[in-house]
C-alpha cells in the first residue's frame, strides 16, 4: 500500500475541509504539508499491531507481522518487493555516477591476481583471480613454480546454477589425495561438505549438509566434522566419517545440549592431537585425543567452569593453554603434562599482565608466538620458549594492523604475517624468527599508480561523556583536505563482541578520499582495542557507553573541524548497525546521512526469543531479558523501540533476506516505524537483496554494491563528479 492512495480517504478530506477555515497564511503552510504527504511514494507498511507483556511493560509492535522465519509469506514478499522497487526508482538518477565509480574500483584492482603460495610437503597450494570472473580458482604446483599448474577447485564452474556462492572450508589431506570443502549456495550459511578425489577430479558419493569445521586424520582415512543445528543455527555436533564409507555409518562423538555453546573440531599445529572445543562468550571447555589413535574416544581436559575460558595447543609433550583462570583478565599462557592434564597440574608459563592484552598464540618448533594489544596497538611478538624474551615486529606509522597470516608448518623458521595501514596497501611478510630479518613476498596492486605520500593517516582522541578518552584513525588526501569544517566525513563503528574496529587500506576508498571525502574509524568501547576492559565497558549494562562514544568523536571531529553536521556521514554493518541506530535516536541533528548494512534494530523481540540464530548465545552480550533488570537496560536503548516523533537524517538500509545472523525483518520493520513516526521528509531507503550477512558473494556483485553505496554518499554532500 502506497500513501498515494490515501488521497480520498476521510482522513484527506478532514484536512481539506479544515483548510478552509484557517487563515491564508495558516493553510498554505497547512496545505504544502498536506501535498508533501500526498506526493510521499514509499511504500507504507500495513499496521497488525501485536502486545507483548512482559515485567509489567506492554510492548506493541505494529510490524511483527514482517516476521517470517520460513520466508514464503506472500504478503511480505510483495512488501519487500515494493520496498526494493522504491529504492530502486530513488536510486536510479545515480546510474551513471554508479557506473563511473564502479570503473574507478575495479581500474584499480589487478584482476587476475595470484596469492602468495603456501608450501605443504611438496607442493604449493595458491588461490588466483580470472579477469571478468566473480569467483577465485584454487590450484597448486608440484615440487616448483615452474611446475605445470593443478586446478584443485573452480568456483566460477561451480557458479554458473547458482546466483549466491560462498567456500567456507577448504582442507587438502596430509597425503594431498582428498580435497574437503564446503559450500553455502543461498547466503544463510548452511554449509555443504563434499570430498573431491584430486586425482580422478570426482566428488565422493557422499556429501554432507549443514557442515562447519572439518579436520582430517594423519592418516588421511577419517575426516571429522561440526554440524549445524538447523532449528537455532548452532554447531552442536561432532561426527567421524570414515572415507569410502556410507554416511549412515558415521561415528558421533560429540554432542552439546547447552544452547549457549558452539562446537568446533581442530588439530594441534605440531599434529599430535585432535581437539573438540566448545564454548559460549565467556566459558570454554576443550576435550582431546591423539591422533596416533583417531578412533579413540575424546578425554576433557577440566569441565567448564562458568566465566573461565582456556583453549589448547601442543609442542614438546605438553599442552599450552591460553587462560583467563585466576583472575587473568587478559590472559596468560599455562602448561600441563599431556598425560595429566587437571587443573591441579596447570603451571604459569607466561605471566598476565593489567596494561597488556594477550590476544592470540601460536606455537613453532623453536619458537611461540604471542599476539597483544597494549595502548590501542596490537603487536607481535617472537619469544623463545626457555628465556620469554625475543624480537617485536615493530612500524613506524602511527596508525597500522598487523596480524598473523596462516602458518601450516610446525617445523617453519619463518612466521608468515600481515601488515596494512590505511596509507599502506595490504602487504604478506615473512620474517624469520631466529635471525629478525624481513622479507616483502607481496604487496597489494594500485593499478595506475598510487603514491602513498599524498595521503595523510591521524590519530586523535574524542572525550566520552564519563572523561574517557576515546580514539579516531582518519586518513585523507593532503590536497584535498582543509581543516575548516568543509570536508565530508565518513566515519564508521562497531563496537561489539570484543572485535576491534582495526585499520585497513582500500583502494576502493580512494574514490572517496580523493573528492575530499576523509575516512575515520572510531574505536568505540565494545571492541578490544584497549585490552579486555574495552570490551566489558561496552557489553551488557555499560552498553551505552559505545553509543555516547560514538556521539563524542562525531562532536570532536566538528568542534576539530574535520567536517560539519551537515557533512557527517555514518555507517555501521550487523551490531554496528546497532550503534548507528541507537545515535540516530539520541542526536540525529548531529549527522547529514546514514548508512546501516544488515543492522541489529530490534534488540528486545529478538533476545526475547530463543529459537532464533545465536539467540541464547547472546545472553553474554546483550543479556537475557527475561531479566527484568537486563530488559529494562535494553528497553531504554533498543533502536527500534526507542524511535520518537523527531527529525531523521537521510538513511540507505540494507538486509540479506536469507541472512541468518541479523534477519531481514529488523531493519524492514524498523524503517516501517521509522517513516510513519519521524517529523521530517528526509528519505529512508531499504535494499533486501537474495543474499546472507556479508552482502553479494561474486567480486565484481560486491564492488557494484560498493560504487552505489559511494555514490549515494557522495550525492548527500553534493558531489556527483
Same mark, same amino acid.
Given at each position: 500500500m502506497k500513501k498515494s492512495c490515501l488521497l480520498l480517504s476521510t482522513f484527506t478530506l478532514v484536512i481539506l475541509i479544515a483548510l478552509s477555515s484557517c487563515s491564508t497564511q495558516e493553510a498554505t503552510l497547512e496545505k504544502d504539508e498536506m501535498i508533501e504527504e500526498i506526493k510521499a511514494d514509499y511504500p507504507v507498511a500495513l499496521k497488525k499491531p501485536t502486545e507483548m507483556n512482559v515485567h509489567g511493560y506492554s510492548i506493541k509492535d505494529n510490524y511483527a507481522w514482517l516476521k517470517d522465519k520460513n520466508r514464503k509469506n506472500k504478503e511480505v514478499l510483495g512488501y519487500i518487493k515494493e520496498e526494493n522497487k522504491y529504492a530502486e526508482k530513488k536510486l536510479s538518477k545515480l546510474a551513471g555516477f554508479k557506473k563511473k565509480l564502479y570503473n574507478e574500483i575495479i581500474g584499480r584492482i589487478d584482476q587476475a591476481d595470484i596469492s602468495v603460495p603456501v608450501k605443504l610437503d611438496n607442493y604449493s597450494y595458491y588461490s588466483r583471480e580470472v579477469e571478468g570472473k566473480q569467483y577465485s580458482v584454487y590450484c597448486r604446483k608440484l615440487d616448483d613454480v615452474t611446475a605445470k599448474e593443478e586446478i584443485l577447485l573452480n568456483l566460477n564452474e561451480l557458479s554458473e546454477q547458482h546466483k549466491f556462492l560462498e567456500l567456507g572450508t577448504y582442507k587438502i589431506s596430509p597425503d594431498h589425495r582428498f580435497l574437503a570443502y564446503t559450500l553455502d549456495t543461498t547466503g544463510d550459511e548452511h554449509y555443504t561438505l563434499y570430498i573431491k578425489y584430486l586425482k580422478y577430479g570426482k566428488i565422493m558419493p557422499v556429501t554432507i549438509e549443514m557442515v562447519d569445521d572439518v579436520e582430517w586424520s594423519n592418516d588421511s582415512r577419517n575426516i571429522y566434522y561440526a554440524t549445524t543445528n538447523k532449528e537455532n543455527e548452532r554447531t552442536d555436533k561432532i561426527f567421524r566419517h570414515t572415507i569410502g564409507t556410507k554416511l549412515e555409518e558415521d561415528k558421533l562423538l560429540y554432542r552439546e545440549d547447552d544452547p549457549s555453546f558452539y562446537v568446533w573440531i581442530s588439530k594441534t599445529k605440531d599434529k599430535k592431537y585432535f581437539l573438540i572445543g566448545t564454548a559460549n562468550k565467556t566459558t570454554s571447555e576443550m576435550r582431546y585425543l591423539s591422533t596416533d589413535n583417531p578412533m579413540g574416544i575424546f578425554s576433557i581436559v577440566i569441565p567448564r567452569k562458568e566465566g573461565t575460558e582456556y583453549y589448547l595447543e601442543h609442542h614438546d609433550n605438553k599442552f599450552y593453554i591460553l587462560t583467563n583462570k585466576g583472575r587473568a583478565k587478559n590472559f596468560k599462557i599455562m602448561t600441563a603434562d599431556e598425560y595429566t592434564p587437571y587443573s591441579g597440574k596447570w603451571k604459569d608459563f607466561f605471566p598476565h599482565r593489567r596494561d597488556v592484552y594477550l590476544e592470540d598464540y601460536e606455537l613453532f618448533e623453536d619458537h611461540f608466538v604471542v599476539t597483544e594489544v597494549k595502548d590501542g596497538k596490537r603487536t607481535i611478538r617472537v619469544l623463545d620458549y626457555k628465556s620469554l624474551e625475543?624480537?617485536?615486529?615493530?612500524? /613506524?606509522?602511527?596508525?597500522?594492523?598487523?596480524?598473523?597470516?596462516?602458518?601450516?608448518?610446525?617445523? =617453519?623458521?619463518?612466521?608468515?604475517?600481515?601488515?596494512? =595501514?590505511?596509507?599502506?596497501?595490504?602487504?604478506?611478510? /615473512?620474517? /624469520?624468527?631466529?635471525?629478525g630479518s624481513k622479507k616483502f613476498l607481496k604487496q597489494q596492486k594500485v593499478i595506475g599508480g598510487y603514491d602513498r605520500v599524498k595521503y595523510k593517516s591521524e590519530k586523535i582522541f574524542a572525550r566520552s561523556s564519563d572523561g574517557t578518552k576515546i580514539p579516531i584513525s582518519l586518513v585523507y588526501n593532503r590536497d584535498k583536505f582543509k581543516n575548516d569544517g568543509t570536508n565530508p566525513l565518513l566515519l564508521d563503528g562497531y563496537g561489539a563482541?570484543?572485535?576491534?574496529? /582495526?585499520?585497513?587500506?582500500s583502494s576502493s576508498k580512494l574514490s572517496l578520499l580523493d573528492r575530499g571525502f576523509v575516512f575515520a574509524l572510531a574505536h568505540v568501547r565494545g571492541g578490544r582495542e584497549n585490552g579486555e576492559k574495552w570490551y566489558e565497558d561496552g557489553k551488557l549494562l555499560n552498553k551505552k557507553n559505545t553509543f555516547k562514544d560514538f556521539i563524542a568523536c562525531s562532536e570532536h571531529l566538528i568542534t576539530k573541524k574535520y567536517t560539519s553536521s551537515n557533512k557527517l556521514i555514518i555507517e555501521g554493518a550487523s551490531a554496528g548497525g546497532l550503534l548507528i541506530g541507537a545515535v540516530l535516536n539520541m542526536r540525529p541533528e548531529l549527522f547529514k546521512s546514514a548508512i546501516l548494512e544488515v543492522p541489529f534494530l530490534d534488540v528486545?523481540?529478538?533476545? =526475547?526469543?530463543? =529459537?532464533?540464530?545465536?539467540?541464547v548465545s547472546e545472553y553474554d552480550e546483550w543479556g537475557d531479558p527475561k531479566d527484568k533488570f537486563y530488559f529494562d537496560y535494553i528497553r531504554s536503548y533498543c533502536p527500534y523501540q526507542n524511535i520518537t516523533a523527531q527529525n531523521y537524517p537521510n538513511m540507505y538500509v540494507t538486509a540479506g533476506f536469507n541472512d541468518p545472523r541479523v534477519n531481514y525483518w529488523e531493519p524492514a520493520k524498523w524503517v516501517a516505524k521509522l517513516r510513519d513516526t519521524k517529523t521530517d521528509n528526509n528519505t529512508i531507503l531499504l535494499q533486501i537483496s537474495t543474499s546472507g550477512h556479508g552482502g553479494s558473494s561474486g567480486r565484481y556483485d560486491y564492488y557494484k554494491e560498493l560504487a552505489l553505496k559511494y555514490a549515494y554518499m557522495l550525492d548527500q554532500v553534493g558531489i556527483l563528479e
Open positions: 625475543g624480537k617485536e615486529i615493530t612500524s /613506524d606509522e602511527e596508525v597500522y594492523s598487523v596480524s598473523v597470516a596462516w602458518n601450516p608448518n610446525f617445523k =617453519s623458521k619463518k612466521l608468515r604475517y600481515i601488515y596494512e =595501514s590505511m596509507t599502506t596497501p595490504y602487504s604478506i611478510v /615473512d620474517f /624469520d624468527m631466529k635471525t563482541y570484543g572485535d576491534s574496529n /582495526d585499520p585497513y587500506f528486545i523481540n529478538t533476545m =526475547s526469543d530463543p =529459537s532464533l540464530s545465536a539467540t
